[in-house]
């Protein structure tokens, strides 16, 4: 009789309980995101919108996502706005999603251009900033406890690959000058400090004969290419987002220039785009991060790389937007959230921070392992230092290059 | 590094003439400010992309393909959009507003038809059909390639676009000082009014020089994945700038002008870049500032004009 009791006073307290829960479940998640349909940043905006939607329509096909505090699968709505890579367009935009729309959830636009305006702004109303690939290393600090990073390392560390590489196996390979170029933005400018602070401290016998900074909208780098040229360095790193890539390259190819060794970041981040633009023979020898898109992690949640190619060509089969670690990164961005929704007991901005920094060095997806430091930089998906190289039937073959615990191949060095 | 600059901002000047000389010959028949004027430059750049896309067109052989079809494009254009605009009490403020629209439109379905990602054409296809003519006329062949000046050495399509500048301002001096339609544009130019009262069929010429203007920045374009790196649909916006400083530095509505404004900011560029990398975007807003400063009629122009 009182087990029975007790079990009725259980089962009446659960559909109680189950009851207020549908009751106060929204009929959907908001999802604010902005993306760039045009400007500088569309190349690197685009496939980051389109790497999220694919995971957000998964999601609904499937009935939702699902959150812990609500037991049950909610619909995604995305509201998305194109800031055209317009970073006073996506600062009125970030504020609209946020006081107009009134988002669950706020994910900044690709790149730490256009992450850079909703960084202030999501702090000052308390949104916790859902950061895809702005790795610029002022958005995380002391003060700010609103913001994570999702699917780049962030850009203090992300160069050290490079920069280990070149203080440590280059002296060995008579690198004994290097030259570094940059776009002055935060995400290369970064970049380029930090590995210019690891090469300094390192104490490695080597000079910077070079060190300068462009506009990020720079198009025409043959006068550059001359004057890194007339410097004589033995390594020459170029910090550009891509379409900066695609002018140095080509203008060296153009201008008939080889460098003993080269370093650029997009043609392992964006190989599809790089090689359409470059060509095979532009990339040989080019060193570069070696991204998720080339590295078949083992995913413990979500689709893997092979599946998450083919299940991106069946839905943009017009190729449009190229398939690239961008696309990866949006797709991430989506898995994070859903795991993070999976252990939410609300949707209240402190519980999704708590969320999704209760993720850090537990999941693991296409991209490696989600790992964030206290300030909400990632510092687990790393990305090694790589080389194209020319592999069989002419196409490029990416090896790894450093560190050893990761390297497939040593360095072809000087280019031939 | 000075001499290379030097000579790579004459050459990079002189592309940059080209791609301002059909903004300042719209400005100088008409008054009026074409702010599409780099999305037509862009469309130029797509013109030759497509044709070296799908056909294998030789970028050289682009540049008639798109001088003709965006000539073509300019004259109901202009009669769509120019007499309604001129009859307003300021065309010029309402050519800036009309055009910048015309220019968000372009971009839009550019956009929607192109794609957002860059895309260009390898560097040693420019000229490739003329190189390979020539080789089987005289049994030489030209290695494509960079070329050597001075001892220094640039990109063949630099040549070939600095050659195709030339060709171009040598071509609208012909035609405004050597053809009948010409001498009627620059009567045009001069005052319209007057022009009208002579008799004279305002709309055919200012139609025409609409026309050669948006076709003239085609022709820019079909440079534009050469010398800009790569091409997208958001490029338009920059050139456009950058036209706008050079032609206001030559002065405006003066074609000798506009070749003066694009030497001085190809060469002020490349020095900047070269001695002073981070500032060198600025310098089109810097020069325009000074130039509007302490020469406000451009570094050609004989007296201030009163709008």
């Known amino acids: 009789m009182k087990r029975s009791v007790l079990a009725l006073a259980t089962l009446a307290s659960t559909a109680l309980a189950t009851s207020v829960f549908a009751a106060e479940a929204p009929a959907e998640i908001k999802i604010g995101h902005l993306y760039a349909s045009a400007g500088r940043f569309a190349s690197i905006s685009m496939p980051v919108d389109y790497g999220f939607k694919l995971w957000a329509d998964q999601k609904n096909a499937e009935g939702g996502v699902f959150v812990k505090g609500f037991n049950k699968k909610i619909p995604i709505k995305l509201v998305e706005y194109d800031d055209q890579s317009n970073t006073a367009t996506a600062q009125t935009l970030y504020n609209q999603l946020i006081t107009q729309d009134k988002v669950d959830v706020l994910i900044a636009d690709s790149g730490s251009v256009l992450t850079s305006v909703a960084v202030p702004i999501a702090r000052d109303n308390k949104m916790f900033l859902i950061d895809p690939t702005g790795t610029g290393a002022a958005f995380f600090s002391k003060d700010n406890p609103w913001i994570a990073l999702m699917a780049d390392p962030v850009s203090t560390i992300w160069p050290k690959p490079v920069a280990d590489w070149v203080s440590q196996e280059g002296p060995k390979l008579g690198i004994k000058k290097v030259a570094i170029l940059y776009a002055t933005n935060e995400f290369t400018g970064t970049q380029a400090n930090a590995a210019r602070k690891f090469i300094k401290d390192s104490g490695a016998p080597i000079d910077i004969v070079f060190d300068q900074g462009v506009p990020t909208e720079t198009t025409n780098y043959t006068v550059l290419i001359n004057n890194i040229k007339a410097s004589n360095p033995d390594m020459v790193l170029h910090f550009g987002y891509a379409a900066n890539d695609i002018a140095f390259l080509r203008n060296m190819a153009d201008a008939g220039v080889k460098f003993k060794g080269l370093f650029c970041i997009y043609p392992g981040i964006e190989t599809e785009l790089l090689e359409k633009n470059v060509g095979d023979k532009g990339l040989q020898y080019v060193m570069t991060y070696v991204t998720s898109a080339a590295l078949q992690y083992k995913p413990e949640f979500g689709m893997s790389l092979p599946e998450f190619r083919d299940a991106w060509k069946k839905k943009f089969p017009d190729n449009k937007v190229e398939f690239g670690f961008n696309s990866i990164a949006g797709y991430t961005t989506g898995l994070v959230l859903e795991k993070a929704l999976g252990e939410m007991a609300s949707l209240d901005q402190t519980e999704l921070r708590r969320a999704v920094f209760a993720q850090s060095g537990k999941l693991k997806t296409l991209d490696g392992t989600f790992a964030l430091d206290e300030l909400g930089g990632q510092i687990g998906e790393l990305t090694p230092l790589g080389q194209f190289v020319p592999g069989e039937g002419g196409h490029l073959k990416l090896n790894a290059l450093y560190p050893p615990d990761s390297a497939t191949a040593k360095a072809v060095y000087p280019r031939p | ?307």
Not at chain 2, 7 to 26: C, I, K, P, Q
Not at chain 2, 245 to 255: D, E, F, R, T
């Open chain 2, 1 to 307: 590094m000075l001499t290379y600059s030097l000579l790579a901002g004459l050459l990079f000047g002189l592309y940059f003439s080209l791609v301002g000389l059909g903004l300042n010959l719209v400005f100088g028949v008409m008054r009026i400010v074409n702010l599409a004027h780099g999305d037509f430059l862009m469309l130029g750049a797509y013109c030759a992309f497509w044709l070296y896309t799908l056909f294998g067109v030789d970028p050289v052989f682009a540049i008639p393909v798109a001088f003709v079809l965006f000539g073509l494009v300019g004259l109901p254009l202009y009669y769509l959009l120019v007499p309604r605009l001129l009859a307003a009490r300021d065309p010029e403020m309402l050519s800036i507003i009309l055009f910048f629209g015309l220019s968000q439109v372009i971009e839009a379905l550019a956009t929607i038809a192109f794609g957002t990602s860059e895309q260009s054409i390898p560097g040693g296809d420019l000229g490739r059909a003329l190189r390979e003519g020539w080789g089987r006329l005289t049994g030489h062949e030209i290695e494509s390639g960079p070329v050597e000046i001075f001892g220094q050495s640039f990109p063949s399509a630099w040549i070939i676009s600095g050659v195709a500048s030339l060709i171009a301002v040598a071509l609208v001096y012909l035609y405004l000082y050597r053809t009948r339609t010409g001498y009627l544009t620059r009567a045009v130019m001069s005052r319209r009014d007057e022009a009208l009262a002579t008799g004279i069929d305002v709309n055919r010429v200012s139609a025409i020089a609409f026309g050669i203007g948006i076709a003239l920045a085609a022709v820019g374009g079909v440079f534009a994945p050469f010398m800009l790196g790569s091409i997208t649909p958001a490029m338009g916006v920059d050139s456009t700038v950058v036209s706008f400083a050079v032609i206001v530095m030559g002065s405006l509505g003066n074609p000798l002008g506009t070749v003066l404004g694009g030497l001085v900011y190809g060469v002020s560029y490349m020095l900047v870049q070269s001695y002073l990398s981070s500032w060198a975007n600025l310098l089109p807003y810097l020069l325009l500032i000074a130039i509007l400063l302490v020469r406000p009629s451009g570094l050609l122009g004989k007296r201030v004009r009163l709008a």
